[in-house]
C-alpha cells in the first residue's frame, strides 16, 4: 500500500522525458485497478471499463442531461461515435450504420464494416462479458450482423427493442482492429482474448502508453481522434491512472493538488473537502443504482410477506442514511401515494413505508411470529465504510420487534458466492442498470432463477409483465406497466430498497466537463481544463 509520498514519486517518475505542461496532463487515482484492457474480460474492474472507453471507440454513443444541475449520461439520446450516421427502419426491425470516412485505428487503417462485423460477432459469440449485456437489446447471434459495403452496415432484429441500439453504446462492444486481432488468434483462442486483455487494437481517443495491472495505466492522446462532442479532439495529451487502495491518502493527494479528480473517497472524506472550499465537489445522486435490503422469498421465515413487510417497517432509514453515508444521495423511502398507487412507471420510485414499529409488530403477529425470530444479516467486506455502521442500526431496531439479528461480515467471494447459490436469507447489496428503464430493472433484477434476482422472487404475473413491456412501443402503454409492477413490488416487498448513493467526484477546481456516466466511472473524454 502506498503512502501519499511514494504516489508523487510515481507520478513525477511517470512524467517523459519531454514533458507537457502540468495543464496538459490528467492524474487520477482509484482505490481499484486496472486489470485488462479489454473490458469483455470475465472480472473486469469498472476501471478498466474507463480505460476501454478511452482507447475504443464504439458504433454510437449517449448523450448527457442535466438532472437536477448535474450532468449525467442521457438513455435516450443517442449520437453516432464510428457511425456518421443511423437510421432504423420504419419496422424497428433493421439499424443501418453509414461509418464515418475519415475513422482511423490507431495504426492509421482505416476502420472498415468489417471491422465492425467481425467485433460484434466477437461480443456475441465469444466466452465474454458482452454477450449477457447485449441479449438485453435482443443481439444474440453473428447472423444479425451484416456487412452492406465498406462504410455501410446492418443489424437485424427479431423484434422491434428499444434496448438494441443504446446496448451498442455500453462498454462491451468495441470495435476492434480486426486484421491486428486476427494475427494472434490462435485454435484454443479464435478471438484474441489474451492478446487483447494485455493490448489493444482500436480508435479511440486515447493510446496505451504503458500498462503495469492492477497499478498503473499511461496514456497519450491519438492526435488523429476528433470523435468528441462538435468533433473535438480529446482535451488532455496526457492521462496518468494509479492504483492507490488507501481511500484517506486519495483524500490528501486531491487536498494538496497532487492528482486532479477522484471518485471513490469515503463519504465522510468528501464531506470533508467539501466544506473546506478549496475543491469543487460534484455530488450526483447514482440514479442507475440502488442500495437495497434484500430478503429471500423462498427461504423461511421470509417466504411470508408479511415478514418481509414487519422488516421494511422496523428500519430506522433516517438514522441508517446518515450513518453510512452522512446523507449524501437520496432516500428512497418516506414518499406519500395517493390512494396507495404508484404516481409513477419509473423505476426507482420512493416508497410509501417509514419506521413505525407499532406496524411492523402487527405485520409480524400477522406472520405467525410474535415473538420474532432469529435471523443473520450479512454484507461483504468492502462494503465496510457504509455497511457495517448500517447493519448495527438494523440489528438494533429490528430487535425491538423481537428479531435478533447476528451479523455476517463476509469476504467478497464468498459472499458472491452464496449470493448466487441463494443461501443467504438477509442481507444488504446494490444494483446498477447500466440501460435503466423499468423493464430493464424489473427483468434483471426480479424474474428468473439468475444470480441477479437477490431475493428470489418468483412472481408469474410480475414475470409476464416485465416481458411485455420490454417490446412495448407505445409510452402511455409502457408507464401503465411500470405502475403494475411497481404496484406487484410494493405489495410483495420482496427487498427494501434503500437509498441511491451519490457518486462524489472530486476536482481541482480547473477541472470541468465532468459528467456522471453509466458504468460510475469517469470518461477522461469528458474533460478539460480552464
Known amino acids: 500500500m502506498l503512502g ?9 517518475a511517470a512524467a ?3 514533458a507537457q505542461t502540468r495543464a496538459e496532463t490528467l492524474r487520477y487515482v482509484t482505490g481499484a485497478s486496472v486489470n485488462t484492457l479489454d473490458p469483455n474480460i470475465p ?3 469498472r476501471e478498466a471499463f474507463a480505460v476501454s472507453l478511452s482507447t475504443y471507440d464504439r458504433l454510437v454513443s449517449f448523450g448527457r442531461k442535466q438532472l437536477n444541475g448535474k450532468w449525467v449520461f442521457d438513455l435516450d439520446t443517442i449520437r453516432g461515435e464510428l457511425a456518421e450516421s443511423f437510421d432504423v427502419s420504419p419496422d424497428g426491425l433493421k439499424i443501418t450504420f453509414k461509418l464515418r470516412k475519415d475513422a482511423k485505428f490507431q495504426d492509421g487503417s482505416p476502420v472498415t464494416a468489417d471491422d465492425v462485423k467481425w467485433s460484434l460477432d466477437r461480443a456475441v459469440t465469444a466466452k465474454i462479458l458482452g454477450k449477457a449485456q447485449l441479449l438485453t437489446g435482443s443481439l444474440t447471434d453473428a447472423s444479425q450482423f451484416k ?3 465498406p462504410l455501410t452496415f446492418e443489424v437485424t432484429l427479431p423484434k422491434p427493442d428499444k434496448l438494441a441500439l ?3 453504446a455500453t462498454v462491451y462492444p468495441i470495435i476492434i482492429n480486426s486484421k491486428v486481432a486476427k494475427a494472434h488468434v490462435t485454435e484454443e483462442d479464435p478471438w484474441a482474448q489474451a492478446w487483447l486483455k494485455e493490448n489493444t487494437a482500436g480508435s479511440g481517443a486515447y493510446v496505451i502508453d504503458s500498462f503495469k495491472p492492477g497499478e498503473q495505466v499511461i496514456l497519450k492522446r491519438n492526435d488523429a481522434w476528433n470523435r468528441g462532442p462538435g468533433g473535438k479532439q ?3 495529451k496526457r492521462l496518468i491512472l494509479q492504483s492507490v487502495p488507501e481511500p484517506s491518502t486519495r483524500a490528501n493527494l486531491v487536498e494538496k493538488g ?7 473517497l469515503q463519504a465522510s472524506d468528501a464531506q470533508s473537502l467539501e466544506a473546506k472550499g478549496k475543491l469543487k465537489v460534484i455530488s450526483t445522486p447514482q440514479y442507475n443504482a440502488i442500495t437495497f435490503i434484500s430478503m429471500n422469498n423462498q427461504m423461511p421465515p421470509f417466504d411470508k410477506v408479511d415478514v418481509r413487510r414487519a422488516v421494511a417497517y422496523a428500519l430506522p432509514y433516517d438514522d441508517m442514511f ?3 453515508l452522512f446523507g449524501r444521495g437520496d432516500l428512497l423511502t418516506g414518499a406519500t401515494w395517493t390512494d396507495g398507487k404508484p404516481p409513477s412507471g419509473g423505476f426507482p420510485i420512493k416508497q410509501p413505508i417509514k419506521l413505525d414499529l407499532d406496524k411492523a409488530k402487527a405485520y409480524l403477529k400477522a406472520a405467525g411470529f410474535p415473538d420474532g425470530f432469529s435471523t443473520t444479516f450479512s454484507f461483504n467486506v468492502g462494503q465496510s465504510a457504509t455497511a457495517e455502521p448500517m447493519a448495527a442500526l438494523v440489528k438494533e431496531s429490528l430487535a425491538k420487534i423481537g428479531i435478533k439479528v447476528d451479523i455476517q461480515k463476509l469476504p467478497d467471494a464468498q459472499m458472491s458466492t452464496q449470493i448466487t447459490e441463494k443461501k443467504l436469507p438477509f442481507f444488504t447489496e446494490g444494483i446498477v442498470a447500466w440501460l435503466p428503464s423499468t423493464d430493464y430493472f424489473y427483468r434483471n433484477f426480479y424474474t428468473g432463477n439468475q444470480r441477479w434476482n437477490y431475493s428470489s422472487i418468483d412472481n408469474a404475473e410480475l414475470t409476464a409483465i416485465a416481458q411485455e413491456a420490454r417490446f412495448e412501443p407505445d409510452k402511455a402503454k409502457y408507464e401503465a406497466d411500470g405502475i403494475k409492477l411497481n404496484a406487484i413490488n410494493f405489495d410483495q416487498m420482496p427487498q427494501v430498497p434503500l437509498w441511491q448513493p451519490s457518486q462524489d467526484a472530486v476536482m481541482a477546481p480547473s477541472i470541468e466537463g465532468y459528467t456522471y456516466q453509466f458504468h460510475r466511472q469517469v470518461d477522461y473524454r469528458d474533460l478539460s481544463r480552464k
Open 166 to 168: 443504446p446496448n451498442l
Open 43 to 45: 472480472g473486469s474492474t
Open 4 to 12: 501519499a509520498v511514494a504516489v508523487l514519486a510515481f507520478l513525477v
Open 234 to 236: 480529446a482535451f488532455f
Open 322 to 324: 446518515k450513518a453510512a
Open 16 to 18: 517523459p522525458v519531454k
Open 147 to 149: 456487412v452492406i459495403d
Open 258 to 264: 497532487d492528482v486532479d479528480i477522484v471518485i471513490d
